[in-house]
């Protein structure tokens, strides 16, 4: 085993230049990417470095392809900021079962077991790490975490990168109608997960949904999903902008466009 | 350099200006909000890397001018969901961009005629050096290739530029499969360093 995965450690160079063959080999190599973080960050610099040999092979296209991408732009609609889907070209979706990812993310399930259960005093990643230390707790939670991740595993890598970041920060507030929402907030990837845990039922045709809500404009970040047991499984907020607030509402079901409703929630987010 | 300072420490001083990275990361949030005006601003800044490494893959000025427009189009298309982890807007957008001509590549049946045409693959160090635009970036990255061992430089440049799957490329420099992806791997390693990408 160990063999294996250092043989697969190898490939972060052939992978970042995309040089890897399509099919099992890919599939593999990208969950084995998704737990490991120093192989992601090794394939971040790679890219980096392929950047560079992209920028150094620069050739002016033909002229008039500028006026034809701006005419296809001009009627292409954009896809809907979608927090709980990321477009990576590269990401490969496996049938394979998701289990041995979990087993293998159990370190930073330990982030999101203190969301889950709202350790609304963690503040500071020490703090995290003494929570994390709670066996007992981390025993007890396990089985809603499974459950939790098991619907998060649409994003898993997205979520594995965020909880796994080396400067992470946790934050959290008690929105105005009880309830608390927990964020774990990566400053430099402007990355958030949020989770909720005691949120008021809401009846039905309502949704809760989530806003980043800056200076100029409100943007949504999405819906949060259905309570289970009390606790919305993790959401990944992408595009953070400096001077955002995390801002929460009651929206008819489906969310709208720009809050309708007075945000219950309006957390800043230091980036 | 302090590991809090994220903004400092997450941009890559390896590609074209430096102080335009943060500029143009700024300019795909506007282009996520639909600014149309953003995006010529973005094209004019990254139309020419990507058609120029669609090229250098594809080699078909005409192949490479089509899969040029996809991908702007597809910039475009999916920058609301653009993720900054991959490492700024330079790298998402050339990294969509070798990845469709690759895509384009092992999509087409014209593999016997890229067959033919490995011939014409040299270390680009000869092209680089022919090129007439002498750019900051094509003379840090002609330098840094320099400074690896033939053998690394020939699989990096084989595989980026020439669009081979390492298999292929150990197939071409008649090399085992671990030999290869270890020379690309230390290759890029000391790419890295050289560039300074932290």
């Known amino acids: 085993m160990r063999f294996f995965r250092q043989d697969l450690h190898t490939l972060t160079g052939a992978y970042a230049l995309d040089a890897l063959d399509q099919g099992s080999e890919l599939t593999r190599f990208n969950r084995h990417l998704s737990r490991c973080q120093s192989c992601a960050s090794e394939v971040r610099g790679f890219r980096e470095v392929a950047t560079a040999m992209a920028f150094a092979a620069t050739t002016e296209p033909p002229p008039e392809m500028r006026d034809q991408v701006m005419a296809a732009v001009a009627r292409t609609r954009q896809l809907p900021p979608e927090v709980r889907t990321h477009a990576r070209p590269r990401r490969t979706r496996s049938a394979a079962p998701w289990i041995p990812w979990l087993s293998g993310a159990i370190a930073t399930a330990g982030i999101v077991i203190a969301v889950l259960f709202g350790f609304a005093q963690a503040h500071t990643q020490n703090e995290l790490n003494q929570a994390r230390a709670q066996n007992q707790a981390l025993a007890a939670a396990q089985a809603r975490v499974e459950a939790a991740l098991n619907q998060a595993r649409e994003h898993d890598q997205a979520l594995a990168e965020i909880l796994g970041a080396p400067h992470v920060t946790l934050l959290s507030q008690r929105t105005t109608k009880g309830g608390v929402a927990v964020v774990v907030l990566d400053a430099a990837t402007r990355k958030l997960v949020v989770a909720t845990s005691g949120l008021p039922a809401l009846p039905a045709g309502k949704v809760y949904q989530l806003w980043l809500i800056g200076p100029v404009k409100i943007v949504s970040a999405g819906l949060l999903p259905t309570a289970q047991a009390g606790v919305t499984t993790p959401v990944v907020a992408t595009g953070i902008t400096k001077g955002d607030k995390l801002g929460l509402t009651v929206e008819p079901a489906g969310g709208s466009k720009q809050p309708t409703t007075t945000p219950i929630l309006a957390l800043p987010l230091p980036v | ?198």
Request: proline share 4%; glycine share 6%.
């Open chain 2, 1 to 198: 350099m302090n590991p809090n300072d994220s903004d400092a420490s997450r941009f890559t001083p390896a590609t074209a200006d430096r102080r335009g990275e943060r500029d143009l990361d700024d300019l795909l949030v506007h282009v996520a909000r639909g600014d149309q005006v953003a995006f010529e601003a973005l094209y004019d800044r990254l139309a020419g890397p990507v058609y120029g490494v669609i090229r250098r893959v594809l080699r078909d000025p005409s192949q490479s001018e089509e899969v040029a427009q996809e991908v702007l189009l597809e910039v475009w298309r999916t920058a609301t969901r653009f993720d900054p982890a991959m490492g700024g807007a330079a790298t998402w957008v050339s990294t969509i961009a070798h990845r469709r001509a690759i895509d384009r590549i092992r999509s087409t049946t014209a593999a016997a005629d890229r067959e033919q045409k490995t011939a014409d693959v040299r270390p680009p160090h000869d092209e680089v050096a022919e090129a007439v635009e002498a750019s900051l970036d094509r003379e840090r990255v002609r330098r840094c290739l320099e400074s690896l061992t033939e053998m690394q430089r020939e699989s990096i440049t084989l595989a980026y530029y020439g669009g081979h799957s390492y298999r292929q490329v150990a197939e071409l420099l008649n090399v085992t499969l671990g030999a290869i992806k270890t020379r690309i791997r230390d290759g890029l390693i000391r790419m890295r360093d050289c560039l300074g990408v932290n």
